[in-house]
């Protein structure tokens, strides 16, 4: 089989080519070029945000027998050759989930007493390093301290939190970053342009949104569109093979939610179930929604806080406006336990289902906001205002009622009056009772 899979073929050679970690390229490559080369490494991050990729493009840079190879690896010598097929003598890839023993690690340490065949160090690539046990790190600990000079350690993981504080004292530490929707799909436009294909704006922007931060997750997706679809790709096609909903699905059940139509909002979700979409992922969908709904209120937020395209904020923003914050609070607390409960649950679409039942049922909360600045309360919903009716209420027409008057104190008595003469700290504390007004 001659096909590559884009995530694979699409594999950044060159610290240029990364999406979303200048900071990692930037600090490696001026530390090459100055000399500077620490000899252990921990690139740390969420999966597919390049950190396998960039330990790969070290280890060329390391090896390249060209003269500029601190800037670039020229890709095309015997070493970069070996290392971009895996079949090169001096890079050891190693999986730690797999290699998680003491006895691997002292295999290891025995491989790395002997200097490199070709290039010009032997690098050595951990991926996963929290995976290994108490006793393989413990192992470690020495070598990678002061390790022979012709060895350079690349540890990579996505629980960095696993790995022992002595272990993170002896390594440099690269924190990778979540890739913005914004990025990915850039990346994207890029990739059909190189590769020929047409694809619609709104079709890589679901696509984006789905890899969640990782350009290795959006490429693998991409890739399950286009074998769908081929070289013609719309977003009705990114929404039948990924199952995703309408992405006005979420947008109608909220306005249902806020109607109080609950016939409506049951009958949005039927609809999106119908399609083929996952009832898990539909309501983690929702809670993702109303996060932005919540958030695309708020001046200030750095780029990428918000799961959703920059040029959509304004028009979420819009057609929100009427919804109460306290509201979307309420709905997305009931989505973060629904969630949680329909794992375990016999049948997750009726958990779906009385869940948003009773999200459109719940009586709606008045905007603090809006009636600070003085602003009429919204209009009632049927069912809300017959709870809130009273079944003998007055007409709203009759006049209110008259104040009462407060009443009189009454008089003291002959034996308190005698009281009062024969101890004057109590006659004071009877006069202050005497002048303070009655309540109403």
């Given at each position: 089989m001659s096909y590559q899979a884009m995530a694979r073929r699409w594999r950044p050679r060159r610290f240029e080519d990364m999406v979303g970690q200048e900071h990692v390229a930037r600090t490696l490559r001026n530390a090459l070029v100055r000399g500077h080369l620490h000899h252990a490494f921990l690139f740390t991050g969420t999966r597919g945000v390049g950190k396998t990729t960039s330990a790969r493009i070290l280890a060329r840079m390391l090896?390249?027998?060209?003269?500029?190879?601190?800037?670039?690896?020229?890709?095309?010598?015997?070493?970069?050759?070996?290392?971009?097929k895996g079949a090169s003598m001096d890079v050891?890839?190693?999986?730690?989930?797999?290699?998680?023993?003491?006895?691997?690690?002292?295999?290891?340490?025995?491989?790395?007493?002997?200097?490199?065949?070709?290039?010009r160090y032997r690098v050595v690539i951990l991926d996963e390093v929290h995976m290994l046990s108490k006793a393989a790190f413990n192992a470690l600990l020495k070598t990678l301290e002061e390790p022979p000079p012709h060895v350079v350690f690349i540890l990579a993981t996505t629980e960095v939190h696993k790995v022992p504080q002595t272990i993170l004292s002896r390594v440099q530490r690269y924190d990778f970053r979540r890739l913005t929707p914004t990025q990915v799909r850039d990346r994207l436009v890029h990739i059909c342009k190189e590769d020929g294909i047409t694809a619609e704006s709104e079709a890589l922007e679901i696509v984006a949104l789905r890899a969640d931060g990782s350009m290795r997750d959006g490429l693998s997706l991409f890739d399950q569109v286009f074998a769908f679809a081929g070289e013609s790709i719309t977003a009705d096609d990114v929404r039948k093979t990924l199952g995703v909903p309408d992405h006005t699905s979420h947008?109608?059940?909220?306005?249902?939610?806020?109607?109080?139509?609950?016939?409506?909002?049951?009958?949005?979700?039927?609809?999106?179930?119908?399609?083929?979409?996952?009832?898990?992922?539909?309501?983690?969908?929702?809670?993702e929604f109303l996060r932005n709904v919540l958030f695309c209120r708020m001046d200030g937020l750095p780029d990428g806080a918000l799961s959703l395209m920059p040029e959509r904020v304004a028009e979420l923003r819009q057609k929100t406006a009427n919804v109460a914050d306290g509201d979307i609070l309420r709905w997305a607390r009931m989505v973060s336990d629904t969630t949680q409960q329909m794992r375990d649950a016999h049948s997750p679409r009726l958990a779906l289902e009385m869940t948003v039942a009773r999200m459109a049922s719940l009586d709606k909360v008045a905007d603090l906001r809006r009636l600070l600045a003085g602003e009429a309360l919204p209009a009632l919903t049927a069912s809300n205002a017959r709870a809130a009716a009273p079944s003998n209420a007055p007409a709203a027409s009759a006049a209110p009622a008259a104040r009462p008057e407060p009443a009189a104190r009454p008089a003291r008595g002959p034996n308190l009056q005698q009281a009062v003469e024969g101890d004057p700290a109590l006659g004071r504390l009877v006069d202050t009772f005497d002048a303070t007004p009655t309540s109403e």
């Open positions: 090896n390249c027998q060209e003269s500029d190879a601190e800037i670039r690896p020229c890709g095309k010598c015997e070493s970069c050759l070996e290392i971009e050891l890839e190693i999986d730690a989930a797999s290699h998680t023993g003491v006895d691997d690690v002292r295999e290891l340490r025995e491989q790395l007493k002997y200097a490199a065949s070709h290039g947008l109608r059940l909220l306005g249902h939610l806020v109607e109080g139509a609950v016939a409506g909002a049951v009958g949005e979700v039927h609809l999106a179930l119908e399609r083929g979409v996952d009832s898990v992922e539909y309501i983690k969908g929702f809670g």
